[in-house]
């Protein structure tokens, strides 16, 4: 698809251009996850996490220490960007039981799984059936996940794995508080702005 394949290449020149300079390394984590959460596995979560992915074989390849850093955070913020919205969708399921049907309401155990895993598709029925209070929802919950990542210096040499991957993981407690903090807002953010569910 030539049109997407323009969108993508724009999109990741884009990114490159953050990296390259230090001082945007918190609001480039910052975007890195707020994309993961945006269309859950579609063109602009794929071309997130093949910046992160190309990042990762740069930094291998790489002798700077202070680009590897880049690298290896900028990593981290794309998969704590891709593990809030499951993770939050399961807590606003528990916490606003009335937003949401019977059926989504027995993905919860699915969704936590699928976050810890980092699977966002976990995700995709809900933005799917209500995009307009979803999608904002998630996106900045992944969004601030991945800044705290940034500002935490949090690190991640690993291209998958969710919480399988801890021990490639520098500064994990704070890694995991970063997730936390994200998966709640999403949650809250969920309260606040789905409506009631209705039952058909």
């Not at 976050?115 to 995700?123: C, D, K, Q, R, Y």
């Amino acid at each position: 698809n030539p049109i997407m394949g323009a969108i993508n290449t724009g999109m990741t020149n884009a990114l490159n251009s953050m990296a390259s300079n230090e001082a945007l390394m918190i609001p480039l984590c910052a975007l890195l996850g707020a994309m993961m959460a945006i269309d859950m596995g579609g063109p602009i979560n794929k071309a997130a996490y093949v910046f992160g992915t190309g990042m990762l074989t740069q930094a291998s390849a790489s002798n700077d220490p202070a680009f590897q850093q880049i690298a290896y955070i900028s990593m981290a913020a794309v998969m704590v960007g891709g593990m809030c919205p499951p993770v939050g969708i399961a807590l606003a399921n528990l916490l606003f039981p009335k937003k949401f049907t019977k059926a989504e309401k027995s993905t919860v155990v699915t969704n936590f799984i699928m976050g810890a895993s980092f699977i966002t598709e976990g995700a995709i029925p809900f933005a799917a059936a209500d995009p307009i209070h979803v999608i904002p929802a998630t996106l900045v919950g992944s969004g601030v996940a991945g800044l705290l990542v940034a500002v935490f210096k949090c690190t991640l040499m690993a291209p998958h794995g969710g919480l399988f991957v801890v021990a490639t993981i520098g500064n994990p407690l704070m890694y995991l508080l970063a997730w936390l903090v994200g998966s709640v807002i999403t949650c809250i953010l969920l309260g606040l702005l789905k409506k009631p569910a209705q039952e058909f």
